[in-house]
Each structure stands twice: as C-alpha cells, then as structure tokens.
C-alpha cells in the first residue's frame, strides 16, 4: 500500500494543531527538522514535535536535516517521533550508524537520507539498521521546489538493494510529489511518498490523498 506523508513545512504554524488534524486520512506526519547549518534554513526542533505529539495519532516522521544528528536523535524520539531519519551527509559513517543504533535502542524506526548528488550506493553501510531509506527530489532546505525526474534511477536502484538485502524496509520520496508525480515515484518503487503543498493547498485535503495513494 502507498502511504502519504504530508510535510507540516507546509502547514499554517499559528495553527498547527488545526492544520496536522486536517491531514488525519494520511499514513504519517513528516516533520522536516533544519537546523541552518546541514542545509540553509531553520525550521523546528525538540520543543515542537513534542507539543505536537498530544495532537494526531498518526506516526510522526521526522526528518532530521540536521549536522552530526548522533548528538540529537534520542531527544527526538522522547519527543514522540516514530520515525528518525538521518542524512547520510550529515557526519561519519560510524557516527550514522550510532545515531541509527541509538534511535532502535529507543523502540524507535530508524532510516538514512540521501541528498540528490549522493549516489544510492551511500546507503549500503546503514541498510540492516534502516526501517526507512529516504531519497530527496529535491535539494534539501525548502519547500515548494520542482520535483527532479532525475532521480528516478536511484530510486529503482535503492529498491533494488531492499528487495535483496532489506525486504520490509520502506522507500520513501521527498519533494515535488503531487498527483502528476506521485505515479513516477511509485512506479521507480516509492512506497511513501511526502508531499507538503500538493496537500495543504488542497481544496479538498482528502481527496487529494486519495489522488496521491491512486485511488
């Protein structure tokens, strides 16, 4: 099943609360954590995500652009996020794979991001310890940007390496996705797909997630 996550990036901030059960037909809520440094923008941190946690019970599935994120993932999930994601930019490769084992050690799932001029080769050294492996359409650090088509291969080359190596595993999008690439993305084996503006400047915000699960 194709699960939808939409970004609270998107979402009206003086009415948070209003705007995250305004999406309760959705599989997730993606939290998009920046921090000024990693990409070039600050966005939430700790304090919201565990205000918001009371509001849905939807899985919150944060996305820590974050440097060395080791330093920051257990406070996230005593937050109550559900799902911690870390780029595999952001520090070492000892120190991701901490930062993973660290979110598992918390009942927590764990995944790596990748930026788009990573290559998807950069997940292998994190995939026994993915719950989630989640590739950026668009370069990290806004919203609202045009979805790169480009990526598309490294996409079916990352879902190759989880049916080999990691069945179960989800395979997560992010940026640009709307109902005209939802169906891209899905066909490269995207099985989560985040989406920001195609669903808070919905008219109708269930049917458009409807429109992007395809149904």
Do not use: W
Request: with cysteine; net charge negative.
């Amino acid at each position: 099943m194709i699960k939808i996550a939409p970004s609270i990036l998107s979402a009206d901030f003086a009415n948070l609360e209003r705007d995250i059960r305004r999406i309760h037909t959705a599989d997730y809520v993606h939290v998009d954590v920046m921090d000024g440094q990693f990409v070039p923008n600050i966005t939430i941190g700790v304090p919201v995500v565990k205000c918001i946690r009371p509001t849905t019970d939807l899985p919150l599935d944060v996305h820590l652009m974050i440097d060395r994120p080791v330093r920051y993932v257990e406070q996230f999930c005593d937050a109550g996020a559900d799902i911690v994601t870390c780029h595999v930019e952001a520090d070492t490769e000892e120190n991701i794979s901490a930062a993973l084992r660290a979110i598992r050690a918390k009942g927590k799932k764990a995944g790596v991001v990748v930026k788009p001029k990573t290559p998807g080769s950069a997940v292998l050294p994190f995939i026994d310890l993915c719950d989630m492996i989640l590739v950026m359409t668009v370069e990290p650090g806004f919203g609202g940007q045009k979805f790169m088509g480009d990526m598309m291969p490294k996409v079916q080359e990352i879902r190759r390496y989880i049916d080999a190596l990691r069945p179960g595993c989800d395979l997560e999008v992010d940026g640009g996705v709307d109902t005209a690439t939802a169906p891209i993305c899905i066909a490269a084996g995207a099985n989560v797909l985040v989406a920001g503006s195609a669903v808070y400047k919905a008219d109708d915000i269930p049917a458009k997630i409807r429109a992007l699960r395809g149904q």
